[in-house]
């Protein structure tokens, strides 16, 4: 099936430094998650995205779905060390809608 | 807020042994799934389930694993004859009809020796 790539595996931040990952696929993606994963946690969804170019916002999180639906990413907004985990972009699949999970982005955020 | 339960949080095992994972999917649920990660991997798709039966099954969820719900509360996830790669931990998850929202558990961290 597809898989999404997501870039970068690890990334440390200062504490108030932005954050971005980034998730992409060669083919059209009809919609992506994101979950977040504490150390030590469970995954836990933050956001769907379903349409070409569709941006949301949760706070200081930002959510974007590229124009041709190929391509998301995450933007964090001044980190936290609250904002320490694993992010996740996931993909739904087949008429059970499977979700198929990337490798996801550990960020560690330096105080 | 409604909380899918897996019992137990850690199960020590020795390789061969069979072991079962338990989880109380969120009431009003219909989708039901097992997920697996290897300590500091991605979380792995297993199995998905539905209507009393597997809708769909990863190349990871051979013979050796199974999936029942045998009381309509219960879902449960087999693992005949562990194996040294089994360790991981192991999140059931569920959704309900109409939403694609995955509410996982809080994981049961297999070990096999």
């Known amino acids: 099936g597809q898989q999404v790539m997501q870039i970068p595996q690890y990334q440390h931040v200062q504490e108030g430094e932005d954050f971005t990952t980034y998730c992409n696929s060669s083919?059209?993606?009809?919609?992506i998650q994101w979950y977040k994963q504490r150390p030590g946690g469970h995954p836990v969804f933050l956001i769907q995205l379903v349409k070409s170019g569709e941006v949301k916002k949760q706070k200081r999180l930002t959510f974007q779905f590229g124009e041709a639906k190929k391509n998301s990413s995450l933007h964090i907004t001044a980190t936290q060390t609250t904002d320490v985990g694993t992010y996740f972009c996931a993909e739904l699949s087949g008429g059970y809608q499977k979700v198929t999970f990337g490798i996801g982005t550990k960020l560690q955020v330096i105080p | 807020e409604p909380e899918v339960t897996q019992t137990p949080s850690h199960q020590v095992t020795q390789m061969g042994q069979e072991v079962i994972l338990r989880c109380v999917p969120i009431?009003?649920?219909?989708?039901f799934y097992w997920y697996r990660q290897i300590l500091g991997q991605k979380v792995e798709f297993l199995v998905s389930f539905y209507n009393n039966e597997i809708s769909e099954k990863s190349e990871i969820f051979d013979d050796q694993f199974s999936v029942e719900r045998p009381d309509g509360s219960n879902f449960t996830l087999k693992i005949r004859s562990t194996k040294l790669e089994d360790s991981a931990m192991y999140f059931c998850a569920s959704r309900p009809s109409g939403a694609n929202v995955l509410t996982f558990g809080a994981g049961s961290r297999l070990t096999v020796l």
């Open positions: 083919t059209t993606l009809s919609n």
């Open positions: 009431s009003n649920h219909l989708y």
